[in-house]
């Protein structure tokens, strides 16, 4: 067999052995299901009136609040989903799967491309759960076209793929799952200090450059204005610039971990 099928076999081998894996651990699914929702709950009923103050020059109704914070949501939601993928990848290590993966006759790769589509496929499913539950809750995008729909799943996607490379580098470099998790939570974290919740201008001077110059903001901005109509701007290219260089680096990095002689 030649490379390529022989590739293809095994990635969906290892693919459909992921979604096993996630199927017979339910509570880590839940948890990375779940959590997005509770925030865009939380954000919107509990803290939604303080923070729409900042938005606009007189500040925001719940309606205009909710089409403002889900784009910033569902990135989130795929920050937070990747996190799983680390902590598999991490497990996979320390309980010698993949040792014995590098005895068998498989595609090298397919191990690793098994987890990070697994990974997409799963922060699709998540963007879908909040996704409905933001309509349920009154989020409408009424002014986006068909075009406009497309690059924003696309948005999503490459996103999602991104930040999986970078989340199995991470995996691979723990020593345990734990450390995995934690290695990982900078993926949760940075969206809470992007544009997610308020805009960029509504924050202290000294810490918009933080929210601005980095990944979550650009794309978050960019999602809004395919979703709801607003000026992209420079945010556009910004995000894909943001999505390629984190796809490479994390695909180099993982690489280079995952075919090292193990110790």
Known sequence: MSALPLAVRDSSTMLRRNLLHARRYPSMTL???????????????IFGDAMSAGIGDGGADRSEYIAYVVPGILMMTIGGTTIGSAVAVAMDMTEGIIARFRTLAIHRGSVLIGHVLGSVLQCVASVALVGAVAVAIGFRSTDATILEWLAAFGLLVFFSLALTWIAVGMGLSSPNAEAASNNAMPLIFLPLISSTFVPVDAMPGWFQPIAEYQPFTPAIETLRGLLLGTEIGHNGWLAVVWCLGLAV??????????????K
Not at 31 to 45: A, D, H, I, K, S
Not at 249 to 262: A, E, M, T, V
């Open 31 to 45: 948890n990375l299901l779940l959590t997005p929702v509770m925030l865009l709950l939380l954000f919107v009923y």
């Open 249 to 262: 680096l994390g695909y180099f990095w993982s690489k280079s971990l995952f075919d090292r002689d193990p």
